[in-house]
């Protein structure tokens, strides 16, 4: 972990939470807010490795793609201000969470299971986790798989309740309470950027 001067801290906040929860709108939101860029650990991934997330899964097992999915995040969660969300399984594994901790304001991004299966049925097809899996195994799944999680999401600094998520105007109230969680202003930008 960098260690820095007291006078200089770069600015990091990390999105974590459940596949579907709204990670990269809060992150391209807050992102247009601070004026700072913003990095989906996802598409790091695709980019650096050329390859989809569901190819390595296809490849290297899920196992392999945790091993991936640590190093990138060691790589982007480097960068100085600014955002970064990352997968729904990266705080469950190795030490990823209390690494998250050290390095960046973290933010739970905490919905409703029932938001959760809304989205995530639409975005099925692209998450090598719920692919072949009937509307109601998909139900089953994320209600196991959050009881199993929530206790890693839940050592992130902040949480953010994002269950009524459904219109542009309602993002923007996330990104406001957003924000004020991390004391925050969208003119911070003005002193980060100078
Ligand atoms: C995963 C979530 C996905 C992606 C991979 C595994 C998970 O990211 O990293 O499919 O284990 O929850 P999103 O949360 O962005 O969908």
């Known amino acids: 972990m960098t260690e820095y001067s007291d006078e200089y801290k770069p600015l990091r906040i990390i999105l974590v939470g459940y596949m579907g929860a709204g990670k990269t709108t809060v992150g391209r939101a ?3 807010a601070l004026n700072i860029p913003f990095y989906d650990l996802d598409w790091y991934i695709e980019s650096r490795m050329r390859k989809t997330v569901k190819q390595i899964f ?3 097992g899920e196992n ?4 991936i999915e640590q190093s990138m ?3 982007v969660a480097e960068f100085e201000n600014v955002i970064i969300s990352c997968g ?4 469950c594994f190795f030490d990823n969470m209390e690494y998250m901790n050290g390095q960046a304001e973290t933010v739970y991004l905490k919905a409703e299971t029932d938001v959760l299966y809304k989205h995530l049925l639409m975005g099925k097809s692209i998450r090598p986790l719920l692919l072949n899996k009937t509307p109601d195994e ?3 799944f994320i209600r ?3 009881e199993h999680r929530e206790p890693f999401y839940a050592k992130a600094k902040h949480v953010l309740d994002v269950s009524l998520m459904d219109s542009y105007d309602k993002i923007q109230i996330s990104v406001t309470h957003l924000l004020e969680l991390l004391k925050l202003e969208a003119s911070e930008s003005q ?3 100078s």
Do not use: I, Y
């Not at 392999?64 to 091993?67: I, M, N, P, S, T």
């Not at 729904?88 to 705080?91: D, H, K, R, S």
């Open 30 to 32: 807050l992102s247009k």
């Open 58 to 60: 296809d490849e290297k």
């Open 64 to 67: 392999g793609f945790r091993l």
């Open 73 to 75: 995040l060691h790589e």
């Open 88 to 91: 729904g399984g990266t705080p």
């Open 138 to 140: 998909v139900n089953l």
């Open 144 to 146: 196991k798989q959050l």
């Open 191 to 193: 002193k980060l950027n």
